[in-house]
């Protein structure tokens, strides 16, 4: 049963981390290079979608390796599981924070109604992204290696 739960958890955290690595390396270029108000209004739109799929796929993956970390307790490579519990606990802090308070005005916006300084804090919230993506990235180099 242990290895069913180490094998979907690493699949989930591996899958999320793929996502996440997406947005920042292809979606966001992509939406960057359109003009103003397309750009706006795709990140607009992927804010709302993403904004309402990710936090379950986030809970949901510290859950998981939260449950491996309690179930594997007495096994080799327990400590890295909990360190990738502490790490995925610190994107989801980092989430609730810095990024979520930024995407919920973000998917609010339109042409005729964004700040004048929406593309600074688009680029904030880039920026804060690029280094949840290597929190999740840590956090599933650890799985991986506990996984083998």
């Known amino acids: 049963m242990l290895s069913t739960l180490e094998v979907v958890t690493t699949v989930t955290v591996g899958l999320m981390v793929g996502v996440e690595f ?9 939406l960057n290079a359109l003009p103003e108000d ?3 209004l795709g990140h607009a739109h992927g804010g709302r979608m993403l904004g309402a799929a990710m936090p379950v796929w ?3 993956s510290l859950v998981l390796v939260a449950l491996w970390a309690v179930a594997g307790r007495h ?7 909990v360190i990738a519990a502490a790490l995925l606990l610190l994107s989801v802090v980092m989430s609730i ?3 979520v308070p930024i995407n919920n005005r973000n998917k609010t916006w339109t042409p005729e109604n964004r700040p004048e300084d929406w593309k600074q804090q688009l ?3 880039q920026r804060w992204h690029y280094v949840r993506v290597a929190v999740i990235i840590a956090a ?3 799985l991986v290696i506990a996984l083998v």
Not at 22 to 29: A, Q, R, T
Request: cysteine-free; charged content about 10%; overall charge negative.
């Open 22 to 30: 997406s947005v920042l390396f292809v979606i966001n270029p992509i």
């Open 38 to 40: 397309s750009a706006q």
């Open 58 to 60: 986030y809970i949901g």
């Open 75 to 81: 096994h080799d490579h327990a400590g890295l599981v």
């Open 97 to 99: 924070l810095l990024l």
């Open 123 to 125: 680029d904030r919230w």
């Open 140 to 142: 599933f180099a650890l």
